[in-house]
């Protein structure tokens, strides 16, 4: 089943790098899924896949975490229902 994801993220939040390291992630183990991204509101990190939407920074304050992203894909991959991820790390602070 093609998969399409697509992270809308806030770039003068400074969330790019938090992007492409997830992509990086994406397409390592899912070669064959697109991921994308577009411009986002402030504090956003909302990701969709195949345009439902699966993790929300700004309802749940972090980024998600690698594995229930990527179990995620994979439900979608196999046809499964992709639920809603409600797990969240804390943002890092750099002082």
Wanted: glycine share 8%; proline share 7%.
């Amino acid at each position: 089943m093609s998969v399409t994801i697509v992270v809308q993220y806030c770039e003068p939040c400074g969330f790019k790098p938090h992007y492409e390291e997830l992509a990086a992630a994406v397409r390592d183990e899912f070669p064959e899924v697109i991921i994308d991204s577009c411009p986002g509101g402030t504090g956003a990190f909302e990701i969709e896949i195949n345009g439902k939407l699966v993790f929300s920074k700004l309802e749940l304050g972090g980024f998600p975490y690698e594995k229930d992203l990527m179990e995620a894909i994979r439900k979608a991959i196999n046809g499964e229902p992709v639920e809603k991820i409600t797990n969240s790390r804390a943002p890092c602070v750099i002082l």
